[in-house]
Each structure stands twice: as structure tokens, then as C-alpha cells.
């Protein structure tokens, strides 16, 4: 007896009874895509070796047989793993840019991707900035993504995973960036060495331990490091607030994103004023400080690292 999907014949079909599948098996999305039905769309076009964004065009064409064993089979593993779809195909999109990804790193989906694409501006100019420091790189996507829309500018990726940077890495020479961009191995600032940066920017893990035992299924394919910031998710930021001001050169900015750790953050210093930036395309939680105003409230982040 035909299987029910045997009716299945065309991509349109495809696509969306993965929608339906994903839908029904209750999937949870945000590594880049935020619905069933790019979901599926993404995942369909994988298996057919097509672009993405031809599916629409080509929705009534027939799928051979073969063809079709291929989409049935990476659906369900979509919904039988958990696994982000990004992890099946083996790459995503950033910042305009494509990434390969594997599990040693945390699939890129950071709001930073539009303060990238516009040179940081306002709060820089584009042409005064220099040398760029991406820290918690992971697979290099920030960094990556500075280095090629500012065709000027050097960029240091660092990360205490040796894994993370060899994915960094394969990054690094997709897009042809390796004269401009330099891997480090490095527990936060401790590899740095004395170099100066205009702008740092960073994703670091900033996850509570309450939050972190409430992550669907899909997020804990990602690697536990790239999260894990401690019990209020601060640990880690509130080195790199302590260290930032002796790695910035002067009217240096840095940047860093906090998610959902932006309120424990502001509560824990409600003297301190962040900047907290909006973003035309969605997200939140991404701070700026200037390096005088790292400088001034030293003593009090100082104090922050040792008390926690």
C-alpha cells in the first residue's frame, strides 16, 4: 500500500506538509528562521540543492523519486532530532553573509548583524575605525561580518574553544579574509596581548542557570559554553566590563549583547548608563559604552568580578 506522502509531488507539496509535520511535532524556531513554513521551505530546497529563494518560482515542479526520499528523510530529522536546521544543512546566513556552522559552535543570530551593516554608525565614524576585536567569536560570524563591510578595517576573532576558531577559521577563508583577520586563543582578554581596538564587540554567554534549564530541545544541540553565564548569566560580563577600558583606544566604544540578562545587568549598576541600542529589524539587549565610561566606573565592576 502507497504511503500517505507518496501523494506528495511537487515542492510546494513538500514544503508544506513540513510545515505541517513541524507545526504538529510543536518545533521551536529562531536559528534563522522564526516559522514551520521557512522552516520546511529552507530545509526542502537543502535536500534539491537549490537556492532557497527559487523554491517559490519552481513550486509546481515535480520532484523525482529520489528526490523526494531526500526531502522526506531531512524533514524528519528535523523533527526526530531537534536539530536546528542549520546544523543539518551545515550553514546559515548572517549579516547578508553565508556561515558553515557545526554543533562546537552557536548558529549566528545576533541584532548586531544591522549596527555591522552600517559601519556602526552613528556612533562611529566608519572611516576612523581601524582594528576591531569580535570576543566569544564562536564561528566568527560578527568578526566575519566586519571585515567584509568594512573593506578597511582588521579584525581579531577570540575564543576560548579551539574547536569554535577552527570553524572560525573555514569562515575566515570563505569570504577571502584572511590578510585582515587574525584568530586568537584566548579565555576573554587573556590572549590578547597589548593591542588597542577602536571597537570591541561581543556575544558572550549570558544565560542564567534558571534560564538555562528552560531552553527547548533545539537550543541544546548548541554548545552549553557558548550559553552558561552563571547564575544571574553575568559571569562572564562582568570581566569583560572590568577588562574592556585597557584594550580600547581612546573614544573607543564597546559593544556587547546581554538578551535577557539586560535587566539583572542594569539593576546590578543602576549608576551606569548604557546605552541601549534599538534596532530597526527586531532585538534587544545589546549595551554600548564608551572607553571613559568604562574608565569611571572601573572600581565599581572591579568590585562586581570579586564579589561574584
Same mark, same amino acid.
Given at each position: ?11 510546494? *507539496?513538500?514544503v508544506r &506538509?513540513?510545515?505541517s509535520?513541524?507545526?504538529?511535532a ?11 513554513? #521557512?522552516?520546511?521551505? &529552507?530545509? @526542502? ?10 523554491v517559490?518560482?519552481?513550486? *509546481? ?9 531526500? @526531502? ?6 528535523r523533527?526526530v ?11 546559515? &546566513? ?7 556552522v557545526?554543533?562546537? @559552535? ?11 551593516? #552600517?559601519?556602526?554608525?552613528? &556612533? ?12 566569544c ?6 568578526g566575519i561580518?566586519v571585515a567584509?563591510?568594512l573593506?578597511?578595517?582588521d ?21 577571502g579574509? +584572511? ?6 586563543e ?11 581596538? *577602536? ?9 542564567s542557570?534558571? +534560564? ?12 552549553r559554553?557558548a550559553?552558561?553565564g552563571? +547564575? ?14 585597557d584594550y580600547? #583606544? ?6 556587547? /549583547? ?6 539583572a ?6 549608576t ?5 541600542? +534599538?534596532?530597526?529589524h ?6 554600548l ?13 572591579? /568590585?562586581?568580578v570579586v564579589?561574584?
Amino acid at each position: 500500500m502507497p504511503a500517505e506522502t507518496d501523494t506528495l509531488t511537487t515542492i510546494q *507539496d513538500l514544503v508544506r &506538509w513540513g510545515a505541517s509535520r513541524f507545526a504538529a511535532a510543536g518545533l521551536f524556531f529562531g536559528h534563522g528562521t522564526d516559522n514551520a513554513f #521557512d522552516e520546511a521551505a &529552507w530545509l @526542502v530546497a537543502e535536500a534539491l540543492h537549490m537556492p532557497v529563494q527559487r523554491v517559490a518560482e519552481y513550486r *509546481d515542479c515535480r520532484v523525482t523519486a529520489s528526490e523526494h526520499a531526500a @526531502v522526506m528523510a531531512l524533514l524528519e530529522r528535523r523533527v526526530v532530532e531537534r536539530r536546528p536546521a542549520a546544523y543539518l544543512t551545515g550553514r546559515t &546566513w548572517f549579516a547578508g553573509l553565508e556561515f558553515v556552522v557545526d554543533d562546537s @559552535v552557536m548558529i549566528p543570530r545576533s541584532p548586531l548583524a544591522e549596527l555591522i551593516a #552600517d559601519g556602526f554608525a552613528p &556612533w562611529l565614524e566608519p572611516e576612523r575605525i581601524g582594528r576591531v576585536l569580535d570576543l566569544c567569536t564562536g564561528s566568527g560570524s560578527l568578526g566575519i561580518a566586519v571585515a567584509a563591510h568594512l573593506p578597511d578595517v582588521d579584525v581579531d576573532l577570540a575564543d576560548i574553544s579551539p574547536a569554535a576558531l577552527r570553524v572560525a577559521a573555514r569562515n575566515r577563508s570563505l569570504h577571502g579574509l +584572511e590578510e585582515r583577520v587574525r584568530l586568537l586563543e584566548s579565555d576573554l582578554f587573556a590572549g590578547i596581548g597589548e593591542q588597542g581596538y *577602536d571597537v570591541i564587540v561581543s556575544n558572550p554567554p549570558y544565560v542564567s542557570t534558571a +534560564e538555562m534549564e528552560l531552553l527547548p530541545p533545539e537550543y541544546r544541540h548548541e554548545p552549553r559554553l557558548a550559553f552558561a553565564g552563571g +547564575e544571574t548569566g553575568l559571569d562572564l560580563v562582568l570581566r569583560i566590563l572590568r577588562d574592556a577600558p585597557d584594550y580600547l #583606544d581612546d573614544e573607543g566604544i564597546l559593544l556587547v /549583547e546581554v538578551g535577557n540578562s539586560a535587566a539583572a545587568l542594569q539593576q546590578r549598576f543602576p549608576t551606569v548608563p548604557f546605552t541601549w541600542l +534599538e534596532f530597526e529589524h527586531g532585538g534587544e539587549g545589546v549595551f554600548l559604552l564608551r572607553q571613559q565610561q568604562l574608565i569611571e566606573f572601573h572600581p565599581r565592576f572591579s /568590585e562586581a568580578v570579586v564579589a561574584s
